[in-house]
C-alpha cells in the first residue's frame, strides 16, 4: 500500500500534517507517508520540551507516545489546526483528554493489540522471578559456576501457586489462560464481576476484597490501568498483607505501585521477589531496586513485538484516516472513559 494515493487508501484529497514524537516501525513510516504530509520523530529519545511544542503548534495530527507528557498547560501550546492525538499505545494517562476535549482535540488509542505480547512477559517474569533465572545468568556470565548441585538457585515451583490477578480486563484475562496452563490456581480483584461463564471458562475466581485477595495469593499480577483510583493501590499496608515468599509482577503501569514500600519490602526479605516490566517514574529506577537479586527488571518491552508494534501503527493509521475522512476515529477515548 505505500505506493497508493490517498484516494486509493480512502483518505481525502488535502494531505493532513502528521507529525510522529518518535521514530515507528517502517512499514507503519512508509504508508503515513505515501497518505499523509508526514513528519517522522527521533529515534535516539523523545522529543524535547522546545521541539514537543513546535510539534503541537505545526501539526494536525500528533503522534504520540508514553514519553510524551501532554497536559493542559502544555496544550496552550497546540496550533488552530491540531485536531487529534493519535496515541501509538493503550494507555493514555500521560494525556490530558478532558483538557484536549475542550479545545476541540480528538484522543484516540491503539486497544487491543498488545494483549497477548503483554500477557506473555508477564508469565516471563513470574517464572524468572520463582525460578531465579537471572541469578542463574549472572552465574554463568561471570564464570563462576562450579557445576551442578543438589542446592544450587532453588526455586518455587508455580503448579499449584495461587495467582492473584488485579485488572481482569483483556491482559488480565490473558495472563489467567496462560498461568492455568502451568497449573496455577487464579483468583482475580476487578471493579467489577465478570459474567459467571467467563469466570467457568478461566477457572477465575473473584475476591470482592483486594486486601483479602492479595493475602491469600502467591503471585500478584498487576494488570489494572493508572487512573487517579489506582494510583499506589499496592501500597505499603497492602505489600504489608503479603505472603513472606510473594511475588508481585507489574506490566501495566509503575503507578499503581508504591515503589519506595516495594524496595522497603524486598530488601528486608517481607516478600520474595518482584517481577517489573514499568516503573513509578518511567526512567529513573530506584538505584536500590535496581541493585536486588529478588528483582527482575525489564526496559518496559511487554508490547516489543515487530507483530505487535506493526499493529499499533495500523489502528494509528486507520484512526487518522478516519478524522481525515469526516468520520469518528474508532478508537476514540472520551474523558469518560479515559
Not at 185 to 204: C, D, M, Q, S, W
Request: aromatic fraction near 4%.
Amino acid at each position: 500500500m505505500a505506493g497508493k494515493s490517498a484516494r486509493e487508501c480512502g483518505v481525502a484529497e488535502k494531505r493532513l500534517r502528521v507529525i510522529a514524537t518518535r521514530r515507528l516501525p517502517e512499514p507503519v513510516e512508509a504508508r503515513l507517508a505515501a497518505m499523509f504530509d508526514f513528519v517522522p520523530g527521533p529515534a535516539e529519545a523523545p522529543l524535547s520540551r522546545e521541539a514537543l511544542d513546535t510539534a503541537l503548534g505545526t501539526a494536525e495530527v500528533l503522534i504520540t507516545t508514553l514519553s510524551d507528557r501532554i497536559d493542559a498547560d502544555r496544550l496552550v501550546a497546540a496550533g488552530t489546526g491540531l485536531r487529534l492525538l493519535a496515541n501509538f499505545g493503550a494507555g493514555v494517562d500521560h494525556l490530558d483528554v478532558a483538557a484536549a476535549a475542550r479545545r476541540g482535540i480528538a484522543v484516540t488509542n491503539t486497544p487491543d493489540v498488545a494483549t497477548e505480547d503483554t500477557a506473555d512477559v508477564a508469565m516471563v517474569l513470574i517464572l524468572a522471578v520463582t525460578r531465579r533465572l537471572p541469578e542463574a545468568f549472572a552465574l554463568l556470565q561471570s564464570n563462576q559456576w562450579e557445576g551442578w548441585s543438589p542446592d544450587l538457585l532453588l526455586g518455587g515451583r508455580i503448579a499449584g501457586r495461587r495467582l492473584g490477578i488485579l485488572g481482569m480486563g483483556r491482559i488480565g484475562q490473558a495472563v489467567a489462560r496462560r498461568a492455568a496452563a502451568f497449573g496455577m490456581e487464579i483468583g482475580y480483584n476487578n471493579r467489577n464481576r465478570l459474567p459467571e461463564a467467563v469466570e467457568t471458562a478461566l477457572g477465575a475466581r473473584w475476591w470482592p476484597s483486594l486486601d483479602q485477595m492479595i493475602a491469600q495469593c502467591d503471585v500478584l499480577s498487576i494488570n489494572c490501568p493508572h487512573t487517579p483510583a489506582t494510583y499506589h493501590l499496592v501500597n505499603a499496608r497492602r505489600i504489608a498483607l503479603m505472603k513472606p515468599g510473594a511475588v508481585v509482577v507489574n506490566t501495566s503501569r509503575g503507578e499503581v505501585i508504591d515503589e519506595n514500600a516495594l524496595t522497603r519490602a524486598l530488601r528486608a526479605g517481607e516478600i520474595g521477589g518482584a517481577g517489573l516490566d514499568v516503573f513509578e517514574k518511567r526512567r529513573e529506577i530506584n538505584p536500590r531496586l535496581r541493585a536486588l537479586p529478588n528483582a527482575v527488571l525489564l526496559p518496559h518491552m511487554g508490547s516489543a513485538t515487530v507483530e505487535g508494534r506493526v499493529a499499533m501503527g495500523e489502528r494509528v493509521i486507520a484512526n487518522i484516516i478516519a478524522l481525515a475522512n469526516g468520520a469518528e476515529p474508532p478508537d476514540l477515548v472520551t474523558p469518560r472513559n479515559a
